[in-house]
């Protein structure tokens, strides 16, 4: 009788410790095979170029490969929806953007859902947007600019890098919220958006600061998203600044697994992606795309993608945007 007691007090003890170790080996014994680093856009951008120095740093610091596979198509839903459905062992890593939450809403259909199919892991870097018009536009600050375009209805315009983009849905608002009609341009990327409004076929554009970065001294910025001042740009107010709302949010580089991977294994990917972007190469090589360099835990960045998933819902449903599928 006593034998059986001490077995059975045996075995609770040993089931009890196993479950208290089951993190702990979880988050050890991760990663167990080759990383796989998602980029749902073309090689070459700056998602691709993030993407290639935070693998070669996770391969370097846990000795597993850490290969990063463009997977482009429908605007990034392809390889947002392959990691989505991916096994949710850690392995499989998306290197997402801000459009990443903007999609629902300008999308009647999609196969999987960013809120609930995919775990924030940390944000690698942000980037603010300007408001920008050419050297030789009258307007000299935003206010003038304002006026300028409600003295002549129908006569001014706005050019964006592509129907339901940030630049997009940030020229959408100014028009609500300042009561004017910019007539949208959009354009099949930001190359050939700065082109023309430094060439000023354009009256103005919104332009995320990693495209601007090259050519401020061809532009007129006049406002700046975010909630604080370009550093490259300290004169240059925020929208806030000047009484307009929900410009706060930045354009965003983050890590994403799928929404299933066991927190230890989402937290060991965070600490490790934190460290590298805080490394002096690769902070340097950060901002040298124009970039402003973020990390974070987890919860942060969950934060983050919610409060700006709702901003952009409120916006696109107001302004009624929605792009061809």
């Known amino acids: 009788m006593k034998t059986s007691k001490m077995m059975r007090r045996l075995c609770l003890a040993a089931g009890l ?82 459009a990443l939450i903007q999609q629902p809403m300008l999308m009647e259909k999609l196969p999987y859902d960013p809120l ?20 030789d536009s009258p307007a000299k600050d935003l206010k003038s600019f304002i006026a300028m375009v409600k003295a002549s209805p129908g006569k001014y315009n706005f050019g964006s890098y592509g129907a339901g983009t940030s630049s997009h849905i940030q020229g959408a608002l100014l028009n609500m919220q300042a009561g004017i009609d910019l007539v949208h341009v959009p354009f099949q990327g930001a190359a050939p958006l700065v082109t023309n409004l430094v060439g000023g076929q354009l009256a103005s554009a919104f332009i995320d600061s990693a495209t601007a970065r090259p050519h401020l001294k061809s532009m007129r910025p006049l406002a700046v998203t975010g909630t604080q001042r370009m550093p490259a740009l300290p004169d240059v107010p925020t929208f806030a600044e000047l009484g307009y709302h929900s410009f706060d949010p930045y354009g965003w580089f983050g890590v994403f697994l799928p929404a299933a991977t066991p927190a230890p294994v989402v937290q060991k990917l965070s600490d490790e992606i934190n460290r590298i972007v805080h490394l002096p190469e690769v902070s340097a090589k950060i901002e040298a ?19 700006d998933a709702a901003v952009y819902a409120k916006i696109i449903k107001d302004a009624n945007i929605r792009v061809a599928q």
């Open 289 to 307: 795309l124009g970039l402003q360099v973020a990390g974070g835990k987890p919860e942060e960045f969950q934060k983050v993608v919610r409060s």
């Open 116 to 135: 609930k199919d995919l775990a924030p892991v940390t944000m690698i870097a942000r980037s603010p947007s300007m408001l920008a018009v050419p050297l």
């Open 17 to 98: 410790a196993a479950l208290l170790a089951a993190p702990a080996l979880a988050q050890t014994a991760y990663p167990a095979q080759p990383l796989k680093l998602i980029v749902p856009y073309p090689a070459g951008g700056a998602t691709d170029t993030l993407a290639r120095t935070i693998g070669q740093k996770l391969q370097e610091a846990w000795g597993q490969p850490a290969m990063v596979e463009n997977r482009p198509g429908a605007g990034g839903t392809i390889g947002n929806s392959f990691v989505a459905k991916a096994p949710p062992d850690g392995h499989t890593v998306l290197i997402g953007i801000t």
